[in-house]
């Protein structure tokens, strides 16, 4: 049978005869001191005995040896208490030694003691209840290792198996008791197995406990340091969004004609996304897109960008390649990988005349599409260096204009659904 302390490390098992040691050292103490001062009331017991002249019959009757067998028990555990008070005193290591060693010889002398007991009182009643109660005693009091047991019982066995069939002259009584005494030292060996494999699982079961504990606090510590380095990513992830969104803002505050622009664009964007009760992520991703959709502006020099007049072919040209920079610009951020396309394409016309790539009609991102209305609503009703701003109704009027050749016409609906809805 394979050791059940196998799957522990080996201090696991030290930990545990460590422990076995202690408790019958304690357990063999108390034991000690009951029969310390049980043996007062035999010894007085004896001197009843010997009062009522019991003691005179034979050179040494029966009873006179019973008396000098309670004189030996008191002496012996009056010795075996002084031994446990000085194991105390002893240094860790020693003592633990010295605790089991009392802790075998305690069992050991009980046993064989009340073995003794019986085989004298063969010669007064002829009865063996003290061998019972002592094997009984030790097998509930000691937890014995099942070799120790088997060899402490053994030798009280043969003791009184010895004993019993030199002083037992009725041959019956003796053949009960060869039947008798058998059993019990069995059964007092079956009995001090079970509770020392009880013992045993109990400690392991403790020990399992302990283990998990430790292992699901490890994995604790584990899931605490994987919380804070999440936590540590997304404050940095929350610095690189306020970093393009300050640059996306800075770009705005160089022109004094576009300054709030993308705010604005990102809230009729928002206001459109929600009247076509777009999901919360979708919300989330058309209002950052649109926040940034003109960074790529940061590369247009500023004679183009803030020129009052009309752009000349090659200017427009440059002017043109604002969204593909933005993209570019937006590229490296991980939060910005989603609307990467809204960027790109927030001029393309829904007929397809539109840049950089002359997408059109559903090819063109549908948040981008949404963003390309929400901007030009924007432009017409803001200042611009070259012309005056325009009211809403001149916007939407440009809107309706615009449906199948600039803008998605359901798109356009919903705005002016949304707006209505406002007023
Ligand atoms: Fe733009």
């Known amino acids: ?158 003791a009184f198996i010895s004993g019993v069939t030199y002083y037992q002259p009725n041959i019956d009584i003796l053949k009960g008791h060869y039947i008798n005494g058998t059993i019990l030292v069995i059964f007092s060996v079956y009995l001090s197995i079970i509770l020392y494999r009880m013992k045993r699982n109990d400690f392991i079961s403790r020990k399992t406990i302990e283990q998990k504990n430790y292992e699901v606090e490890a994995f604790n510590n584990d899931l605490i340091e994987v919380n804070n380095r999440l936590e540590e990513s997304l404050q940095a992830l929350d610095e690189s969004q306020n970093v393009i969104f300050t640059l996306a803002s800075a770009l705005e505050s160089k022109d004094t004609y576009t300054r709030g622009h993308s705010e604005r664009v990102a809230e009729y964007s928002l206001q459109i996304a929600q009247k076509l009760s777009l999901s919360l992520h979708e919300q ?31 200017e427009w040209t440059v002017m043109k390649s604002h969204p593909g920079m933005g993209e570019n610009i937006c590229s490296t951020l991980s939060f910005a990988c989603e609307f990467l396309p809204l960027i790109r394409h927030h001029h393309e016309r829904f007929d397809g005349t539109g840049y950089p790539d002359g997408l059109r009609g559903e090819e063109i991102p549908f948040l981008a599409r949404i963003i390309a209305v929400a901007d030009a609503v924007d432009a017409i009703t803001s200042k611009r260096s070259y012309r005056p701003s325009e009211t809403l109704e001149s916007a939407l009027e440009e809107l309706t204009r615009g449906k199948g050749s600039q803008f998605d016409p359901k798109i356009v609906e919903v705005f002016i659904e949304s707006l209505q809805l406002c007023s």
């Not at 357990?27 to 007062?40: V, W």
């Not at 069992?107 to 209840?129: E, K, M, W």
């Not at 000691?142 to 066995?157: G, Q």
């Open 284 to 314: 989330q991703t058309i209002w950052q897109a649109a926040q940034l959709h003109d960074i790529g502006k940061i590369g247009i020099p500023d004679a183009i960008l803030n020129k009052a007049g009309k752009l000349s072919e090659d």
């Open 1 to 158: 049978m394979s050791d059940p302390f196998d799957i522990f490390p080996n201090s696991y098992k030290i930990d545990f005869l460590k422990e076995v040691s202690r408790l019958n050292f304690n357990h063999s103490r108390k034991l000690a001191l009951i029969l310390f001062y049980l043996n007062f009331y035999f010894l007085y017991s004896d001197y009843c005995n010997y009062r009522e002249g019991l003691w005179l019959p034979g050179s040494i009757s029966g009873y006179a040896v019973l008396f000098y067998l309670h004189a030996f028990l008191g002496l012996m555990m009056l010795v075996f208490l002084s031994f446990t008070y000085l194991t105390r005193r002893k240094p860790q290591k020693n003592r633990i030694h010295f605790q089991n060693l009392l802790g075998i010889f305690f069992p050991l002398f009980t046993v064989l003691y009340s073995a003794c007991v019986s085989i004298n009182d063969q010669r007064i009643h002829g009865q063996i209840s003290v061998f019972i109660l002592g094997s009984f005693l030790i097998a509930i009091n000691n937890y014995l290792n099942p070799k120790l047991s088997i060899l402490i019982h053994s030798l009280s066995w043969l």
